[in-house]
């Protein structure tokens, strides 16, 4: 399809598991972006990726989250020693333009990637 | 601290009546603030956004308008269709450089009735 691709759409684990996340952005987009949206919340920003590099991470809750995009393209979110506080809906998002020129909020989200941890 | 703030939990309109969905927020180096919509098992999308110059802006049966000296936007959906039950969130941009992050909203469900 045209647009973002995420998976898995569902993972369950247990607690201290690793798990990775998979974000396959809409083709030619240099931009990319995590997000998390816990239960009750609005997505949270984790990290942004401009091309190959991590132009922003401070969004990582700690050191057991990790992300790269080793090709300019496909994101992998890496979570360590996972706990039942990372159980959220993982969302990915994509845009033309770098961060400092989205001023069309022109983010193209994917469904996301649903974690519960066990 | 809830940089983004939707008061509203949910909101239950009347099809064809107006649909307003309100938004605060307390940093005032924010600059530029939009309104997502999400569906069930869907990502968020982009449905409008208002530069902080601006006080309207307007795109077909959508109206956003920005009060700065409140710190307030609001969300005007006129009229309303069954079609736009979903849950919106406010976002705003955090400043000016090179990673203007988007701060959301916890979301306000907005529930259509035929």
């Known amino acids: 399809g045209a647009g973002v691709s995420q998976t898995p759409s569902n993972k369950v684990t247990e607690k201290g598991k690793y798990v990775e996340l998979r974000c396959d952005p809409i083709s030619g987009h240099t931009a990319l972006y995590w997000y998390r949206q816990s239960l009750g919340q609005g997505p949270e920003f984790l990290i942004y990726f401009q091309g190959t590099g991590a132009a922003d991470d401070s969004g990582l809750p700690n050191d057991r989250f990790f992300a790269v995009r080793p090709e300019g393209s496909v994101s992998t979110l890496k979570i360590q020693r996972t706990e039942r506080g990372d159980s959220a809906v993982y969302l990915c998002?994509?845009?033309?333009?770098?961060?400092?020129?989205?001023?069309?909020?022109?983010?193209?989200f994917g469904e996301g990637s649903r974690l519960t941890v066990l | 601290d809830q940089q983004v703030k939707q008061n509203s939990p949910s909101l239950s309109v009347q099809e064809g009546r107006i649909s307003i969905l309100n938004c605060d927020y307390t940093n005032s180096m924010f600059d530029y603030f939009l309104w997502y919509k999400k569906y069930p098992a869907e990502g968020p999308t982009f449905l409008i956004s208002i530069s902080s110059i601006k006080d309207k802006n307007e795109d077909g049966r959508f109206t956003v308008f920005l009060n700065k000296s409140a710190k307030h936007l609001s969300l005007h959906i006129v009229p309303s269709q069954p079609g736009d039950s979903a849950v919106y969130f406010c976002?705003?941009?955090?400043?000016?450089?090179?990673?203007?992050?988007?701060?959301f909203g916890t979301g306000t469900l907005l529930a259509v009735q035929p």
């Open positions: 976002a705003a941009s955090a400043g000016r450089g090179a990673t203007n992050k988007l701060i």
């Open positions: 998002a994509s845009s033309s333009v770098p961060m400092s020129a989205l001023k069309t909020g022109e983010l193209f």
